[in-house]
């Protein structure tokens, strides 16, 4: 292994994902000891580790920043979100097949897609016949990783060959090793009680893959020539096979030992062993032997070891054996030869001469592959994988000046019924029928976009207001939501959202409404439906409710039901807020979800329409816990991801980030601004706004100014680019807002050019 040591490193903080002792297995130990030597070897380097945790018993060390529950998937995505907001440069996974939940692990892929680092992958397995599940995720991985480290040189051929992997991308790094000096095996038997013996050993966790039944087998023919000969065989049985049945396998072994009359030549050490003491019972073994079963194992953590303090070692021929122990390392046996290991340990400790030899080529190998050597060649490639994805130095510089509303896109998604719902990209998808939510928005839409010829804006107001009147089933006195493209609808009764929403609405159109007729139908059917509010039990068709009460409020002071539902629903939440609230959570409901900003936005406009301080306190409070909540650690608008939905007590996730929290929020400092008269709430309105414009996370913007769309949200790895009737409405209000904002209290963006 040729290491460069670059003197020069970009690295200096680490997020490291692996099983981490006191978990009990190979991986474990090599996931500590690669923390333990990146430590020691660069202490200014800061490593992160999150930690697998298959049981959830574990006491891990301090060391340990975060553990994920391997068969909980939704813990991946909050790793991610910590990841994210940790300031890592670099994600840095020790992956195996088993450690991971999920179908071949793929709940790691999860978490993958939702953090935007470099990524370098060291792979433990590397199958040469995978399954149809394994070969999916490793191909995920590899099209994910910008370096991929295995640890034999057959491991990037298999990964070339069989997975097409980038040559380029592919490091060979051997599996480290303690650097301890050489030592003469009797100088550690009497601490064992093993003077006077022949000690042959085996270490690791106990399982048939193991192959000690060829070892054991071996033993008769050995003893004969060796008498004194001791097998050690040191390790706990595998936590897995101990749950499937318990230490009936070592019992098969022990049984196997007395049938061939060498039960006391072998001695079975059943503990898990830490490093300090295994180096120790290495340093006491004469021979060192590996008769594994698997010729596909491309990784063995105890043979490397072995050689690392050196040991004379006899292996089967797997893929790592043939490497480690090339040009006459050690020496190689087939599987299953029991005669051949019997063979060549009576060589061996009948020759002290050949037996020194092989231990001292093993010892020189060994020290290419110290802990140090192995901590310097990862971060060489770690190093690599940050700079190939440039380090954000500065917030990418984004034209912000807020974008005049335009209705080009909302009339491409539209059509003589109304608003269709979903796009591919640009296009209408027509699968997918319209919705009144999307129409009920729209029509608010046509009441607040100014420069808009008379024709055009009645036009697409009567369209949209013909279907919210269509929709209205006055049999179940509710409104419906979907329709088909065939203008069948899907259901009698909508959502209650969608209820609330349209009946916001209806109060909206009632009041600003350009045309009186448009007006004159809003408020008559406002009337007509307005009452359902009081069978609705959400706390967001309540909060949209309130919008539109507040709206026929303004118009109508003495408007009886706009009043009661201001009221009673204003009552009610402050009653959520009571029994929701902790001192580190001030919001009416244990989890969050989406729109959240109008519920504080529905408090804020219920006490101004009312007179009440307590109602416009709750909605400035509630309003600014959110907002925290909602800026990410470099001060930029963070919309709630989707996974934080229905989370108690959690903070939030970052992804997938959707437009409509984003003008919910806008909507919500407006009124804020309106109630108090602090600049504050422009500003906060303003840093929502320029989350469209690119803003964000991924420096990456939603809006496209020359058609007035709007892509769907900002994904870990990018932008959703389909182009959905909300995200364009959520938009092009959005534009509204900012605008009324702007000739309300002045610019509220510096005048230039959005980037297309």
Same mark, same amino acid.
């Given at each position: 292994?040729?290491?460069?040591?670059?003197?020069?490193?970009?690295?200096?903080?680490?997020?490291?994902?692996?099983?981490?002792?006191?978990?009990?297995?190979?991986?474990?130990?090599?996931?500590?000891?690669?923390?333990?030597?990146?430590?020691?070897?660069?202490?200014?380097?800061?490593?992160?580790?999150?930690?697998?945790?298959?049981?959830?018993?574990?006491?891990?060390?301090?060391?340990?920043?975060?553990?994920?529950?391997?068969?909980?998937?939704?813990?991946?995505?909050?790793?991610?979100?910590?990841?994210?907001?940790?300031?890592?440069?670099?994600?840095?996974?020790?992956?195996?097949?088993?450690?991971?939940?999920?179908?071949?692990?793929?709940?790691?892929?999860?978490?993958?897609?939702?953090?935007?680092?470099? @990524?370098?992958? *060291?792979?433990?397995?590397?199958?040469? #016949?995978? %399954? =149809?599940?394994? !070969?999916?995720?490793?191909? &995920? /991985?590899?099209?994910?990783?910008?370096?991929?480290?295995?640890?034999?040189?057959?491991?990037?051929?298999?990964?070339?060959?069989?997975?097409?992997?980038?040559?380029?991308?592919?490091?060979?790094?051997?599996?480290?090793?303690?650097?301890?000096?050489?030592?003469?095996?009797?100088?550690?038997?009497?601490?064992?009680?093993?003077?006077?013996?022949?000690?042959?050993?085996?270490?690791?966790?106990?399982?048939?893959?193991?192959?000690?039944?060829?070892?054991?087998?071996?033993?008769?023919?050995?003893?004969?020539?060796?008498?004194?000969?001791?097998?050690?065989? @040191?390790?706990? *049985?595998?936590?897995?096979?101990?749950? #499937?049945? %318990? =230490?009936?396998? !070592?019992?098969?072994?022990? &049984? /196997?030992?007395?049938?061939?009359?060498?039960?006391?030549?072998?001695?079975?050490?059943?503990?898990?062993?830490?490093?300090?003491?295994?180096?120790?019972?290495?340093?006491?073994?004469?021979?060192?032997?590996?008769?594994?079963?698997?010729?596909?194992?491309?990784?063995?953590?105890?043979?490397?070891?072995?050689?690392?303090?050196?040991?004379?070692?006899?292996?089967?021929?797997?893929?790592?054996?043939?490497?480690?122990?090339?040009?006459?390392?050690?020496?190689?046996?087939?599987?299953?030869?029991?005669?051949?290991?019997?063979?060549?340990?009576?060589?061996? @400790?009948?020759?002290?001469?050949?037996?020194?030899?092989?231990?001292?080529?093993?010892?020189? !190998?060994?020290?290419?592959?110290?802990?140090?050597?192995?901590?310097?060649?990862?971060?060489?490639?770690?190093?690599?994988?940050?700079?190939?994805?440039?380090?954000?130095?500065?917030?990418?510089?984004?034209?912000?000046?807020?974008?005049?509303?335009?209705?080009?896109?909302?009339?491409?998604?539209?059509?003589?019924?109304?608003?269709?719902?979903?796009?591919?990209?640009?296009?209408?998808?027509?699968?997918?029928?319209?919705?009144?939510?999307?129409?009920?928005?729209?029509?608010?839409?046509?009441?607040?976009?100014?420069?808009?010829?008379?024709?055009?804006?009645?036009?697409?107001?009567?369209?949209?207001?013909?279907?919210?009147?269509?929709?209205?089933?006055?049999?179940?006195?509710?409104? !419906?939501?979907?329709?088909?493209?065939?203008?069948?609808?899907?259901?009698?009764?909508?959502?209650?959202?969608?209820?609330?929403?349209?009946?916001?609405?209806?109060?909206?159109?009632?009041?600003?409404?350009?045309?009186?007729?448009?007006?004159?139908?809003?408020?008559?059917?406002?009337?007509?439906?307005?009452?359902?509010?009081?069978?609705?039990?959400?706390?967001?068709?309540?909060?949209?409710?309130?919008?539109?009460?507040?709206?026929?409020?303004?118009?109508?002071?003495?408007?009886?039901?706009?009043?009661?539902?201001?009221?009673?629903?204003?009552?009610?939440?402050?009653?959520?807020?009571?029994?929701?609230?902790?001192?580190?959570?001030?919001?009416?409901?244990?989890?969050?979800?989406?729109?959240?900003?109008?519920?504080?936005?529905?408090?804020?406009?219920?006490?101004?329409?009312?007179?009440?301080?307590?109602?416009?306190?709750?909605?400035?409070?509630?309003?600014?816990?959110?907002?925290?909540?909602?800026?990410?650690?470099?001060?930029?608008?963070?919309?709630?991801?989707?996974?934080?939905?229905?989370?108690?007590?959690?903070?939030?996730?970052?992804?997938?980030?959707?437009?409509?929290?984003?003008?919910?929020?806008?909507?919500?400092?407006?009124?804020?601004?309106?109630?108090?008269?602090?600049?504050?709430?422009?500003?906060?309105?303003?840093?929502?706004?320029?989350?469209?414009?690119?803003?964000?996370?991924?420096?990456?913007?939603?809006?496209?100014?020359?058609?007035?769309?709007?892509?769907?949200?900002?994904?870990?790895?990018?932008?959703?680019?389909?182009?959905?009737?909300?995200?364009?409405?959520?938009?092009?209000?959005?534009?509204?807002?900012?605008?009324?904002?702007?000739?309300?209290?002045?610019?509220?963006?510096?005048?230039?050019?959005?980037?297309?």
């Amino acid at each position: 292994m040729q290491v460069v040591v670059n003197d020069e490193r970009r690295a200096d903080h680490i997020a490291l994902i692996g099983n981490f002792l006191p978990r009990k297995c190979g991986l474990a130990t090599f996931t500590t000891d690669t923390f333990n030597a990146l430590r020691d070897r660069f202490p200014d380097v800061r490593v992160d580790v999150y930690a697998m945790d298959d049981r959830g018993t574990y006491d891990f060390p301090p060391e340990v920043t975060r553990t994920i529950p391997q068969d909980d998937r939704l813990a991946y995505s909050e790793a991610a979100r910590a990841i994210e907001d940790s300031g890592a440069q670099v994600l840095w996974v020790q992956h195996e097949y088993g450690i991971y939940g999920g179908v071949a692990g793929d709940y790691l892929l999860a978490l993958l897609e939702r953090v935007s680092l470099p @990524l370098v992958v *060291t792979l433990h397995t590397v199958l040469d #016949h995978p %399954g =149809e599940d394994e !070969r999916r995720v490793m191909e &995920a /991985l590899l099209r994910r990783a910008s370096r991929v480290i295995v640890m034999a040189e057959r491991g990037r051929e298999i990964l070339e060959r069989v997975y097409d992997a980038e040559p380029k991308t592919i490091a060979m790094i051997p599996h480290g090793v303690p650097n301890r000096p050489f030592a003469d095996p009797d100088d550690f038997k009497a601490r064992f009680g093993w003077d006077g013996r022949k000690v042959v050993l085996t270490f690791g966790l106990l399982g048939p893959s193991k192959g000690i039944e060829t070892m054991i087998e071996a033993l008769p023919a050995a003893v004969a020539e060796v008498p004194d000969l001791l097998y050690v065989v @040191l390790g706990a *049985t595998h936590p897995n096979l101990v749950a #499937h049945e %318990g =230490e009936a396998y !070592r019992d098969r072994l022990k &049984a /196997l030992a007395h049938d061939l009359g060498v039960g006391n030549n072998i001695a079975f050490i059943d503990a898990f062993v830490e490093q300090g003491d295994l180096i120790e019972y290495l340093q006491a073994a004469d021979l060192y032997v590996t008769p594994y079963p698997n010729p596909a194992q491309i990784t063995s953590g105890t043979l490397s070891y072995a050689v690392g303090v050196g040991k004379a070692v006899i292996s089967t021929p797997y893929i790592h054996a043939t490497e480690i122990l090339a040009d006459g390392h050690g020496l190689l046996v087939d599987f299953g030869d029991s005669a051949g290991f019997a063979r060549e340990i009576v060589r061996l @400790l009948s020759n002290d001469g050949d037996r020194r030899r092989l231990s001292e080529r093993a010892y020189a !190998r060994g020290r290419t592959m110290i802990w140090p050597r192995a901590a310097e060649a990862a971060l060489d490639q770690i190093d690599a994988a940050i700079a190939a994805k440039p380090r954000r130095l500065a917030p990418a510089r984004h034209a912000l000046t807020p974008l005049a509303p335009s209705l080009e896109a909302v009339a491409r998604m539209s059509d003589a019924t109304g608003m269709l719902q979903h796009a591919l990209y640009s296009v209408p998808d027509r699968r997918h029928g319209y919705c009144i939510d999307d129409n009920a928005r729209a029509l608010i839409l046509m009441t607040q976009i100014e420069d808009l010829a008379d024709d055009v804006r009645d036009r697409w107001t009567t369209i949209y207001a013909s279907f919210v009147q269509h929709a209205w089933n006055e049999e179940a006195r509710r409104f !419906r939501n979907f329709m088909n493209f065939d203008r069948s609808w899907c259901e009698d009764a909508g959502s209650e959202d969608s209820n609330g929403r349209t009946l916001w609405a209806l109060g909206v159109v009632a009041r600003d409404a350009q045309m009186a007729k448009h007006r004159d139908w809003a408020r008559a059917l406002y009337d007509q439906t307005a009452a359902l509010a009081f069978d609705l039990g959400s706390p967001r068709a309540e909060a949209f409710a309130m919008l539109g009460a507040a709206a026929m409020l303004d118009i109508s002071p003495d408007h009886a039901i706009a009043r009661r539902t201001l009221a009673q629903f204003g009552n009610g939440f402050l009653a959520l807020l009571g029994s929701a609230r902790r001192p580190e959570w001030q919001w009416f409901e244990i989890v969050l979800a989406y729109d959240n900003a109008r519920l504080p936005e529905a408090m804020l406009r219920a006490g101004l329409a009312l007179g009440r301080d307590d109602l416009v306190a709750c909605g400035l409070d509630t309003l600014a816990w959110i907002i925290a909540r909602q800026t990410s650690p470099d001060g930029r608008f963070r919309a709630i991801g989707t996974e934080s939905f229905g989370r108690e007590y959690a903070e939030p996730m970052p992804f997938d980030q959707q437009p409509l929290e984003a003008q919910a929020t806008i909507d919500a400092c407006a009124v804020a601004y309106a109630a108090t008269d602090d600049r504050r709430w422009l500003d906060e309105a303003t840093r929502a706004y320029h989350w469209f414009l690119g803003a964000n996370d991924l420096d990456a913007p939603l809006a496209s100014p020359r058609d007035g769309g709007c892509f769907d949200g900002l994904m870990p790895g990018g932008v959703n680019r389909n182009q959905g009737a909300e995200s364009i409405l959520a938009l092009q209000l959005a534009s509204c807002a900012i605008s009324a904002l702007s000739k309300a209290a002045g610019p509220v963006a510096k005048p230039e050019r959005a980037v297309a």
